[in-house]
């Protein structure tokens, strides 16, 4: 049974630029997260995807949006790039139909950004 | 918003010492959690304590829901405990904040 996977491992982008991360959740998984860790601090909530919508957000800009897939995998994608963004970007996944569960997370994302 | 605060910020201790960490919140919190990150950035959940206490082997947590804190205890501890250790909550249902994290050194 595949855990949390995550791709790519890492990134180098250049300010202004683009950047699509990708997360497919733990088999059975319905509800995707998605966290901004800098160096040296905590994740950092950014949204969560359940049902294909954004069900919540934390406080990051319009910058960062998300897409969730017919089958639970999901998409980060921030635009207009940032020095401040270089960070580990973590997925999370976790069962909603039944009420807030546990959740289980990526290897991570590290993005850096020139 | 709600703030979640971690102590000891960091702790060294010898192998087979005993630990306590604690998470206090500002204001209540749900699905509250407890997740070790390794040296390579990999967090791995411990504890889905919202209420109460659980036990796995060397670890156990006790949520005090009520008085808004949170206890991870480690036990004998090994030098693969070594890492960041965070607390997370929820504030309303799915709005997740995490603590600012204990760093643990465990010294052979």
């Known amino acids: 049974d595949a855990g949390v996977t995550q791709s790519p491992t890492h990134l180098i982008k250049t300010r202004g630029q683009q950047v699509t991360l990708r997360c497919s959740p733990k088999?059975?998984?319905?509800?995707v997260s998605w966290y901004q860790q800098a160096l040296g601090q905590g994740p950092q909530f950014i949204f969560q995807y359940y049902e294909e919508e954004e069900r919540q957000r934390g406080n990051f800009p319009d910058r960062f949006s998300g897409h969730q897939f017919p089958n639970y995998s999901s998409e980060l994608n921030v635009n207009a790039l940032l020095l401040g963004d270089s960070a580990l970007y973590l997925c999370?996944?976790?069962?909603?139909?039944?009420?807030?569960?546990?959740?289980?997370f990526g290897p991570g994302t590290r993005l850096t950004v020139l | 918003g709600i703030q979640v605060e971690q102590s000891p910020p960091d702790l060294i201790l010898q192998e087979g010492a005993n630990s306590t960490l604690r998470c206090n919140f500002s204001d209540s919190v749900n699905n509250l959690q407890w997740f070790h990150q390794n040296p390579w950035g990999q967090l791995i959940n411990l504890f889905y304590i919202p209420s109460g206490t659980k036990q796995n082997g060397r670890l156990s947590a006790t949520t005090v829901a009520t008085e808004r804190y949170s206890l991870l205890y480690i036990s004998s501890s090994q030098t693969t405990d070594s890492g960041v250790y965070f607390c997370?909550?929820?504030?309303?249902?799915?709005?997740?904040?995490f603590g600012t994290g204990t760093r643990l050194k465990v010294l052979a």
């Open positions: 997370e909550g929820a504030s309303g249902t799915y709005k997740y904040i």
């Open positions: 088999s059975g998984h319905d509800t």
């Open positions: 999370a996944s976790s069962l909603s139909r039944r009420g807030p569960d546990t959740q289980y």
